[in-house]
């Protein structure tokens, strides 16, 4: 074969690969380990592999890293229609810690269904349920101090968190 018609075949393939790759993918130069700071990808590579956003800050359709963003949402904190993190928010949010969701999952779950050790919701599995079927005084009492927490400036967050440390709570 001439070097002529390699190109021609070469071009060829690399056309052949090119049409399967849709979408992009996008890091930031900077990173700690190899990670990116922010990386965006979604779509398919050249192989037709799903591009997966993995970095510290991660967003797609599919993304792996401290903050995810995607559709399927793997990560400290993972947002998402599927969201697996110790903080989930999304439709189906599965959480080591805090679930937010239609169905949410963690120590503290909030959603329509829940399953936790303090949960509200519509329905729910939990050690403490607050729910239109059942009202356990001490998930009502965990829920309103978490309110009143989000309504308090820090100082007074700190000053709290001091003397409940100062009491040995």
């Known amino acids: 074969m001439s070097a002529e018609n390699k190109k021609r075949f070469t071009k060829a393939e690399e056309l052949q690969r090119l049409k399967h790759a849709s979408g992009f993918e996008w890091k930031t130069r900077a990173g700690l380990f190899g990670i990116p700071l922010i990386c965006v990808a979604y779509g398919t590579n050249e192989k ?8 510290f800050i991660a967003i797609g359709e599919f993304a792996v890293g401290g903050l995810a963003i995607a559709q399927y949402a793997v990560g400290l904190i993972g947002i998402g229609q599927f969201a ?3 903080a989930a928010f999304g439709q189906l949010a599965l959480s080591l810690f805090v679930g937010f969701g ?11 269904f829940v399953a936790g050790r303090y949960a509200r ?21 965990m ?10 400036d820090f100082a007074t967050i700190w000053e709290n968190i001091k003397d409940a440390i100062t009491l040995g709570l």
Do not use: C, H, Y
């Open 102 to 112: 239609q169905a949410a999952v963690g120590v503290f779950a909030v959603g329509q």
């Open 84 to 86: 697996i993190g110790i």
């Open 143 to 152: 829920f309103e101090t978490i309110d009143w927490l989000f309504q308090q």
């Open 121 to 141: 919701g519509q329905f729910g599995w939990a050690e403490f349920l607050w729910s239109p079927g059942r009202t356990d005084m001490e998930a009502v009492a």
């Open 48 to 55: 037709g592999n799903r591009r997966i956003a993995k970095g």
